[in-house]
RNA sequence: CGCGGAGUAGAGCAGUCCGGUAGCUCGUCGGGCUCAUAACCCGGAGGUCAUGUGGUUCAAAUCCCAUCUCCGCAACCA
């Protein structure tokens, strides 16, 4: 049997304070559209996602609930791992940070890296909130008051370990230096070069002893790992890696292909991480995918501005696939992507519902009418089918392409295109034309065979993006290949098949019905 | 002068690396078709490609320079 290549692709793991919204979502979206992509490709994928469950905020809301943080991340976590599996989430494991492989694990790493003196004792200063029992730093402290209570702030110190990230530093920069595509998008990498590496990196906190809703230190238990030497590491004791070493799985899977990570968690992907590898003596990532991010109107999402969007209700609204095209379709590279119900409306209906499903529903339904739903043999020639069928190839060589470069909405929009010309093509054709005249069959079965052959094409290229519609289009022509490679080479549907019924894949949605409706549920809550 | 990115039709974007008819989606106006989900197809209008009567060139959205505007980052909240 061949040995599959083997691709590991992780999303940062959610912090478990609260539901996801709608802008929290795109990591584990746009990951499983590049996991199934992988997949498609032959690959032996490993998905890996998450929560990170510790900390001063989880400890604080659980208090203020009135429960354990443990009880209050199970919660959390709980909603978590819905939301993702309502997206159809694709994941091969859900990390939590509370795992207890993972806790050991992270305990051993601090004590090696201890051990061999990249960390070490001394002072964290900072501005401190009494009540809260809340550091800030300098810059979130500017206005001198909490930021969660808005009490004064005093400047206090606590004991902590440090890990001497300047040690590291030269040998990252050479790494980084040759491996330009180590952080994609490009902007990125000059900015935490220029802005962290250039000027020299100051050592990480990477313990505190103001909460106790951590992973203990070991050999000093009043000290808990403190967030990114817990969260980071995810990605390896995820794979079995425990402290020591990794099994099978990590040997199979380590260095990660790609980790998919928000642009607000850069500098600890693009530093920390490559230089606690190091540390331990492990290689670093491939690859790390830093996406924008997806704001309500013009605004960042957040409670107080009352614009939040979550991702259950969309789900509700317009659909799994629905959702899910959104996001890959509306987020550019490097750019902040826009959400609004408008938006997501329009996008529905003119892509989901009139390009793609009305171009099924019309397909089948002539399949049904002229040939009894049998796949005619393509016997005459029509002087359309050329530029047809190189659409067809120019759309599996855009998707193709813009996949393995995570330009997602680029690749979708390739996509699309098959689908736009296959609509001409009906036009130009005019099949109903064709069957008037029975001399006339020859051509009109080549039409219809090409109609459903790119159907065929646009369900396997939409497997990553849309994965239920996707299907649904593949089972009406009996088609069970989804893999890439049948969507390379044109002309691969069985003559003499039989096609299911026409279907609706997208119903329309009356905007302003969807609109007011929609509005009269905010209201209600 | 902190670092980086961006400014292209009413909106959202591609094109810029490798100079040579300004392109896509949506919207809008007009027409066509009837297989289809009031869907689909065609055509029109709409852009001095931020500014500079800048530079290089036979030729600049694309390369160089200056200016303006917007956005991101600038160290431990994830």
Not at 141 to 160: N, Q
Not at 380 to 409: C, I, Q, R
Not at 441 to 462: D, F, K, M, Q, S
Request: contains cysteine.
């Amino acid at each position: 049997m061949e040995n599959k290549k083997a691709f590991y692709i992780t999303t940062a793991i959610a912090y478990a304070s609260g539901k996801p919204h709608i802008g929290n979502v795109y990591d584990p979206v746009a990951a499983d559209a590049v996991a199934r992509f992988k997949r498609s490709q032959g690959y032996d994928v490993f998905f890996c996602t998450g929560t990170d469950e510790h900390g001063q905020k989880i400890e604080n809301k659980a208090t203020a609930a009135g429960v354990t943080p443990q009880q209050f991340v199970d919660g959390v976590a709980g909603q978590i791992k819905d939301i993702w599996d309502m997206l159809g989430i694709s994941y091969d494991h859900f990390i939590r940070t509370t795992d207890s492989y993972h806790i050991s694990a992270v305990q051993k790493i601090f004590e090696r890296l201890l051990a061999q003196g990249d960390i070490y004792k001394d002072k964290y200063e900072g501005w401190y909130c009494e009540p809260c029992e809340s550091f800030f730093t300098d810059t979130q402290a500017e206005s001198g008051v909490c930021l969660d209570c808005g009490r004064p702030l005093r400047r206090e110190h606590e004991e902590a370990y440090f890990f001497k990230m300047s040690k590291y530093q030269d040998r990252l920069m050479k790494y980084i230096d040759e491996n330009p595509d180590f952080i994609i998008p490009d902007s990125r990498r000059k900015e935490m070069v220029n802005n962290f590496l250039k000027p020299g990196l100051q050592d990480l906190c990477v313990s505190r002893s103001s909460f106790t809703w951590g992973i203990p230190v070991l050999s000093d238990p009043k000290h808990v790992t403190y967030v990114w030497l817990d969260a980071l590491t995810n990605y390896i004791t995820a794979l079995g890696f425990d402290g020591e070493q990794g099994g099978e799985k990590y040997a199979k899977y380590w260095p990660a292909d790609v980790h998919i990570i928000g642009k607000d968690i850069i500098r600890f992907h693009m530093i920390y991480w490559p230089i606690f590898l190091m540390a331990l003596g492990e290689p670093l990532p491939k690859k790390i995918f830093a996406h924008p991010w997806m704001l309500s109107g013009m605004d960042k999402m957040s409670k107080s501005r009352g614009n939040v969007v979550y991702p259950d209700d969309l789900i509700r609204h317009f659909g799994l696939d629905g959702v899910r095209y959104y996001l890959l379709s509306e987020m550019p590279f490097a750019s902040d992507g826009t959400i609004t119900y408008e938006n997501v409306i329009l996008r529905y209906n003119n892509d989901l519902a009139n390009t793609l499903g009305n171009l099924v529903a019309r397909t089948l339904s002539m399949t049904k009418k002229y040939f009894g739903g049998v796949i005619p043999s393509p016997e005459g020639t029509t002087e359309f089918d050329e530029d047809l069928k190189a659409t067809a190839k120019a759309a599996y060589d855009g998707y193709v392409n813009n996949m393995e470069e995570y330009h997602l909405s680029d690749a979708l929009d390739a996509v699309f295109s098959l689908a736009r010309r296959a609509n001409k093509y009906i036009d130009e054709t005019a099949p109903w034309a064709l069957a008037k005249d029975e001399e006339k069959r020859p051509v009109l079965a080549t039409v219809i065979y090409n109609l459903l052959e790119c159907i065929r094409i646009l369900g396997v290229l939409l497997t990553s993006a849309i994965p239920t519609s996707a299907e649904k289009i593949l089972a009406s022509l009996g088609v069970n290949d989804q893999t890439l490679e049948s969507a390379k080479e044109y002309g691969k549907l069985a003559v003499g098949g039989e096609v299911g019924e026409s279907f609706v894949l997208f119903a329309r949605i009356d905007s302003q019905k969807k609109l007011a409706e929609i509005e009269a549920e905010n209201a209600a809550k």
